[in-house]
């Protein structure tokens, strides 16, 4: 069997979604009773890793925005961004199951799991191929109340007054803040030894870039004359 390296993007996508409706309909029923759900999502321009959102059905526009930052928000930041991580993501596991919830009792925006805890991924099964597999957990309430640069992101957010613009910018913002974190531990289970201030540094460098990217060019496609959610000072 095709690993997901060489099969195509909905191939792959099926092969997880086959997998999940395979299994034993009592763990099926028991998962959606529970509210359960699951959602992939990969990065447009890689062929791993995949990863496989594990969530609550109550937070399914939460998740829509996060799979957006994956395969969308990530394409349109620099290259530069994107080639720091090529060594990462191919070390990688080739799938990657994230726990998205609102917060963790120890208040982290997110972790590296040492060991899948996920039931439906805890075994290797021949319908994924044999693709390594590993877990991280994100607690995107958290994140999107975190200051990652307290100085630069309030500098960033004076551009933008009031308005749409002001929200378009937050939701942005926010996207950016997910992606910095999922690339974090996502470093942490390709590098486990890697020192935690190297991962830190590595992941606030792309937030900062990116941010400051979609700033200058949003900035630079509006008339400040026209669009008044702009300052006039910025």
Same mark, same amino acid.
């Given at each position: 069997?095709?690993?997901?390296?060489?099969?195509? $993007?909905? +191939?792959?996508?099926?092969?997880?979604?086959?997998?999940?409706?395979?299994?034993?309909?009592?763990?099926?029923?028991?998962?959606? %009773?529970?509210?359960?759900?699951?959602?992939?999502?990969?990065?447009?321009?890689?062929?791993?890793?995949?990863?496989?959102?594990?969530?609550?059905?109550?937070? =399914?526009?939460?998740?829509?925005?996060?799979?957006?930052?994956?395969?969308?928000?990530?394409?349109?930041?620099?290259?530069?961004?994107?080639?720091?991580?090529?060594?990462?993501?191919?070390?990688?596991?080739?799938?990657?199951?994230?726990? @998205?919830?609102?917060?963790?009792?120890?208040?982290?925006?997110?972790?590296?799991? $040492? $060991?899948?805890?996920?039931?439906?991924?805890?075994?290797? #099964?021949?319908? !994924?191929?044999?693709?390594?597999?590993?877990?991280?957990?994100i607690a995107?309430?958290r994140?999107?109340?975190?200051?990652? %640069?307290? %100085?630069?992101?309030?500098?960033?957010?004076?551009?933008?007054?009031?308005?749409?613009?002001l929200?378009?910018?937050?939701?942005?913002?926010?996207?950016?803040?997910?992606?910095?974190?999922?690339? #974090?531990?996502?470093? #942490?289970?390709?590098?486990? #030894?890697?020192?935690?201030?190297?991962v830190?540094?590595? +992941?606030? =460098?792309?937030?900062r870039?990116?941010?400051? *990217? @979609?700033?200058?060019?949003?900035?630079?496609? !509006? *008339?400040?004359?026209?669009?008044?959610?702009? *300052?006039?000072?910025?």
């Amino acid at each position: 069997m095709n690993s997901f390296e060489e099969d195509s $993007v909905p +191939s792959a996508s099926r092969r997880i979604d086959r997998y999940l409706k395979s299994r034993a309909r009592r763990i099926r029923w028991s998962e959606w %009773l529970s509210g359960k759900r699951y959602q992939t999502a990969r990065f447009a321009d890689r062929a791993r890793p995949w990863y496989v959102i594990a969530h609550s059905v109550r937070d =399914a526009a939460k998740v829509r925005e996060f799979a957006f930052a994956i395969e969308q928000d990530w394409a349109g930041v620099s290259e530069r961004c994107r080639q720091a991580y090529d060594e990462i993501l191919i070390g990688a596991p080739g799938l990657i199951v994230v726990e @998205y919830r609102r917060r963790n009792l120890c208040g982290c925006l997110g972790h590296r799991h $040492v $060991v899948v805890k996920e039931k439906a991924f805890t075994e290797p #099964h021949e319908a !994924l191929g044999g693709a390594s597999v590993g877990e991280l957990d994100i607690a995107f309430e958290r994140v999107e109340s975190w200051q990652a %640069l307290p %100085l630069s992101d309030t500098a960033l957010d004076t551009k933008f007054l009031e308005g749409s613009r002001l929200e378009e910018f937050r939701r942005q913002q926010f996207r950016l803040r997910l992606l910095s974190v999922l690339l #974090h531990e996502t470093h #942490h289970l390709a590098s486990p #030894h890697e020192p935690e201030s190297a991962v830190r540094d590595k +992941s606030l =460098a792309f937030y900062r870039e990116a941010l400051a *990217s @979609y700033v200058e060019k949003t900035v630079g496609t !509006l *008339s400040l004359t026209i669009d008044r959610s702009f *300052s006039r000072f910025g």
